[in-house]
């Protein structure tokens, strides 16, 4: 292959004959122009990796306007260079082309993460914000390249939804720290972006509300869907605990409700004392149960729990004249009643297995009430 002392000049006259040829530059050792048949021009670098003794050759990129001859000169400068210093950047290349997308990182989350780990429930609301949101804005990107700034940008987009944004920031968060502990990136470009202010929901039901629930669960025809309501308001469980309940979890001699760590949000077993009326139901329930029924309420397929009940619950509620009531609603129902009877915050955490104390201090308030009613004594003394 011929040598030449190549510079911008003599590589517009270069030209081949019907067949591909390339000419290097005997000024610098490793760079040199590709001439095609056809006539197409491409500069190009070519060295030794210093530890496998490979040949190496690279595409600087075409002849043509778009990149001159000097640039083209300083950029085989610059990765004969890192030749030089022992790195292979044809390799960098080559590893940067094939490092993992943020799609790849989505798939590996939920394989070795969410679903070995996480309840079932969770890793579909994982599903829909990574289908609906991560994969659609990001999936396409090298995890590798994508920063801070493109996950504010992002957490903005959603701010119509804060709740939403700021579930979608902590996804985005735990799978970028589980990037980091498998090599892909050194940081975490989701830490330090500000969540949004949410607006908690404390919706529960007055004595007058609860007492049109009750007379609507009593001439419900579907009495299955309403005994599991009714469980839920005597325990204070979330649904799913009382949905995934079996048998085999209670003691009614002991009047008490172990629920397994795989059913509960906190991912450990719990000891839940059970009321004599919770009892009562159940034992009623057991009564009338198919002996095979491993279930309290099983589901239209054999061997399966009832799953949801969402259609039941928006006709008790439009029936009840009950406005903005969800189901979870009738666990903070439970615990709003037994705080505002006299119940120490710290009880009513433990009966519905919060871990941390700040999340039963939303009924804080509430307790002021007995303490209300005990001050009034004093009052209607002094008035008589």
């Known amino acids: 292959m011929p040598k030449l002392k190549l510079s911008k000049f003599v590589v517009e006259k270069l030209s081949t004959e019907g067949r591909e040829n390339i000419f290097w530059d005997d000024a610098l050792h490793g760079f040199g122009v590709r001439v095609k048949p056809n006539g197409t021009k491409s500069y190009i670098v070519q060295y030794r990796n210093r530890t496998t003794g490979r040949s190496r050759r690279q595409t600087i990129g075409p002849v043509g306007p778009l990149l001159s001859f000097a640039n083209a000169r300083k950029e085989a400068m610059r990765l004969l260079s890192e030749a030089v210093q022992g790195r292979d950047p044809v390799e960098t290349r080559q590893t940067a082309r094939k490092a993992e997308t943020i799609a790849d990182l989505a798939e590996q989350y939920l394989t070795h993460h969410a679903m070995p780990k996480k309840r079932e429930k969770s890793v579909a609301n994982d599903v829909s914000m990574l289908n609906a949101i991560i994969i659609p804005e990001l999936g396409d990107r090298k995890v590798a390249e994508v920063g801070h700034r493109d996950i504010q940008a992002l957490h903005n987009s959603l701010r119509e939804t804060p709740y939403r944004a700021n579930r979608t920031l902590a996804l985005l968060s735990k ?12 940081d975490n470009p989701a830490k330090g972006v500000e969540r949004f202010r949410e607006q908690k929901r404390y919706r529960w ?19 299955k869907a309403a005994n599991a309501v009714r469980l839920q308001l005597l325990t204070g469980a979330r649904i799913g605990e009382v949905l995934q309940a079996e048998w085999k979890d ?26 004599n009326a919770a009892v009562t139901l159940l034992q009623a329930i057991h009564e009338s149960a198919d002996p095979s029924d491993r279930f309290v309420f099983p589901g239209k397929l054999p061997g399966q729990p009832l ?49 941390n104390p700040l999340t039963t201090q939303r009924y804080a308030h509430l307790a002021d009430d007995p303490l209300r009613a005990a001050a009034e004594i004093m009052a209607q003394k002094l008035e008589r």
């Open 205 to 223: 039901l007055s004595d007058a509300e609860l007492a049109r629930l009750v007379a609507v669960l009593d001439e419900h025809p579907n009495q």
């Open 250 to 275: 209670f003691d009614l001699v002991r009047g008490v409700w172990v629920k397994p760590s795989h059913h509960t949000k906190q991912k450990r077993t719990e000891h839940l004392p059970l009321s």
């Open 307 to 355: 799953k949801e009940l969402k259609r039941f619950w928006q006709g008790v509620t439009a029936s009840a004249e009950l406005s903005d009531y969800r189901i979870h609603d009738n666990r903070h129902t439970h615990a709003s009643h037994l705080v505002s009877s006299g119940l120490s915050l710290p009880i009513v955490g433990r009966l519905l297995g919060h871990t």
């Open 175 to 186: 799978m970028f720290a589980l990037s980091v502990r498998w090599g892909w990136r050194p």
